[in-house]
């Protein structure tokens, strides 16, 4: 089994916006050719660092846009006339402020059982530093800055009132047989969280891991719910490892220790050829020992469960294992696209369309003149497993 029918298209390009990071935002399926995806978009003079950095408070981040961008038909075209700005990071601190401390009880009941239901967990910066000595001079008490907006209507409309969260996490909310939802939270140790009021609260964290070696932590985790009940978590080990692990439980209270799903030496990128110019262009590209990072799962149709990543060191790729045994065992890497310009690239979102045929979405660059390797702008991939 392998990767076939590849090919690739752009979501959102601009040479003057740095479009990036749509797998801390999310990708939803309603059926009928329509697909939504959400990630960051900001303007961008691609001139200094700060125009590019990630920094969350003063980098591309602080001034972006959640952005929710819809296809019709698929995923081949896509639709900026209908484009949903769900959030700016780019508001004064007063608004942010007032925004996340509205009174909870404005909050009404939705079902979040239909099909046009979507879950925004987003965070903002609610800290202000000094622009010399970079030290912290005003910051919001009690307030993390982490949030929760819902939708009922395909994200046409969000909830005027948000769901203060004490902690952010990466998506997706997933939803399982007893109607209830699951969610992610935390970076280094990661936790649990379920809800069984369609997101009008959420239950008490329970841990699901932590790297108990102390040479990295965990994060970049995603859930995928089995028909019998068994939840699996997907996450990325950084530190000594550098790689792609899962853990399960069948109450969702008690879980497995991390489990490693990926082989060193046994990916695509082994057998090619390395010359005396490879070191150059390793460090060139940057992203030393980041092969697996912020990997998505996705459970199909037929029970194969595909976990796409990003490979940020030379060459910078989108890739791809699977499994047909629920998790049990691993396929090589596969490469479904390694013509990146710079390691600035990854995090992937993705969905089944037809059986076996899949769209990802994640950000990208290719020289186009601007500096720091290029434009991030935000492309598509189609292709089949089988």
Request: proline share 6%.
């Amino acid at each position: 089994m392998n990767l076939h029918n590849i090919r690739h298209i752009i979501v959102d390009y601009d040479r003057k916006t740095y479009c990036g990071h749509p797998r801390q935002c999310g990708i939803w399926n309603f059926g009928r050719g329509e697909i939504a995806v959400a990630y960051r978009r900001a303007r961008c003079k691609y001139e200094t660092e700060k125009d590019v950095s990630h920094s969350p408070a003063e980098g591309y981040m602080s001034r972006s846009d959640i952005v929710l961008r819809r296809s019709c038909d698929n995923g081949e075209t896509w639709r900026p006339q209908d484009d949903v700005i769900i959030w700016s990071n780019s508001m004064p601190l007063e608004k942010k402020l007032a925004f996340l401390s509205q009174d909870p009880a404005q909050r009404k009941p939705l079902d979040m059982s239909r099909p046009e239901a979507m879950f925004f967990i987003g965070f903002t910066s609610v800290s202000v530093r000094d622009p010399k000595t970079k030290k912290l001079v005003k910051a919001a008490p009690k307030i993390s800055g982490a949030f929760q907006i819902r939708s009922v209507d395909k994200g046409h409309i969000w909830e005027s009132a948000p769901l203060a969260l004490e902690s952010w996490g990466y998506p997706p909310v997933v939803r399982l047989p007893d109607d209830t939802h699951a969610r992610t939270l935390g970076s280094g140790p990661i936790y649990l969280s379920i809800s069984k009021d369609h997101g009008m609260s959420w239950q008490k964290p329970v841990m699901i891991a932590k790297d108990d070696s102390g040479l990295g932590r965990l994060t970049y985790q995603g859930l995928v719910a089995l028909p019998g009940g068994r939840l699996q978590c997907y996450m990325y080990m950084t530190g000594k490892f550098h790689g792609l692990c899962v853990s399960e439980s069948d109450d969702h209270v008690t879980w497995t220790a991390p489990r490693p799903i990926v082989r060193y030496g046994h990916g695509p990128w082994t057998a090619r050829r390395w010359t005396n110019d490879t070191y150059r262009l390793r460090t060139a590209y940057g992203g030393w020992e980041q092969r697996h990072r912020s990997p998505w799962p996705l459970r199909l149709r037929d029970g194969r469960i595909v976990v796409l990543f990003a490979r940020r060191e030379y060459p910078p790729s989108i890739a791809a294992i699977w499994s047909e045994d629920n998790g049990k065992t691993w396929s090589d890497e596969a490469i479904i696209r390694d013509d990146a310009s710079g390691s600035d690239m990854g995090y992937p979102v993705a969905t089944e369309l037809d059986a076996g045929r899949i769209f990802t979405a994640y950000y990208y660059q290719l020289a186009d003149g601007n500096a720091f390797n290029g434009t991030c702008f935000i492309g598509g991939s189609f292709f089949e497993l089988r």
